[in-house]
């Protein structure tokens, strides 16, 4: 089956700190992969994502591309804000299915 | 903003009760799911509509039931509600060809 494990938080970040959140799937076929984040109280934003091998998807300075050899998406990016705290879910989809979603990880920037 | 909007916002509901939470999809969008997101986890595939037909369901009892409308809006429909029902409810929509879907902001539901 599919599924989709992330690490475990929550992560502790100063300002302008290097930020990675680990991402692993196990999939049939070659799926969609994406990251969104979620702020306190509200619903998922699209954060990138990437369709096939070796795409990298990037927004707002974050970056993730899709590995297909170590079944990864980690997502990185170089200096974090406070207003980077949120929780974020790496997730999967094939292709005309629903998407598969991690427990999330929860990121807190201190100033 | 996605386009997607849900109501209600927030919800609290009786055990035993029942529940019917809206979604309106984004323009041009003709797939809608369902998800259930319980404090503190990921969301789960409840299931999906398809131009107006159930083409996909999750791990859900069949008192989880839904609706699509012309106009491809959607209904979650939840009978003989438990505790363990309490959580966001998130509508996601997506084009036909797309593989990315939009979010709403979702819909508390606290069941006592």
């Known amino acids: 089956g599919n599924s989709v494990t992330q690490m475990e938080g929550p992560v502790t970040l100063s300002e302008e700190a290097f930020l990675t959140i680990n991402c692993t799937y196990t999939?049939?076929?070659?799926?969609?992969l994406f990251w969104y984040v979620q702020y306190p109280g509200e619903g998922l934003q699209l954060l990138l994502k990437a369709t096939k091998a070796d795409d990298k998807g990037s927004n707002k300075g974050f970056e993730a591309t899709y590995r297909k050899e170590t079944t990864s998406f980690h997502l990185e990016k170089g200096s974090v804000q406070v207003s980077d705290s949120a929780v974020y879910f790496c997730a999967l989809r094939p292709r005309d299915q629903n998407f598969v979603f991690g427990p999330g990880t929860r990121l807190s920037v201190l100033p | 903003e996605t386009g997607v909007t849900q109501s209600p916002t927030h919800l609290i509901k009786t055990r035993g009760q029942q529940v019917t939470l809206r979604c309106s999809s984004q323009?041009?969008?003709?797939?809608v799911s369902w998800y259930q997101q319980a404090l503190g986890q990921g969301p789960q595939f409840i299931f999906q509509y398809y131009r107006e037909e159930e083409n996909g369901r999750g791990n859900f009892p069949p008192r989880f039931s839904g609706l699509q409308f012309p106009n491809y809006s959607s209904e979650l429909n939840v009978n003989a509600l438990e505790l363990d029902d309490s959580a966001l409810y998130l509508c996601a929509s997506s084009p036909v060809d797309g593989t990315e879907a939009f979010f709403g902001q979702g819909t508390r539901l606290t069941v006592v």
């Open positions: 323009s041009g969008h003709n797939t």
């Open positions: 999939a049939t076929g070659y799926p969609s």
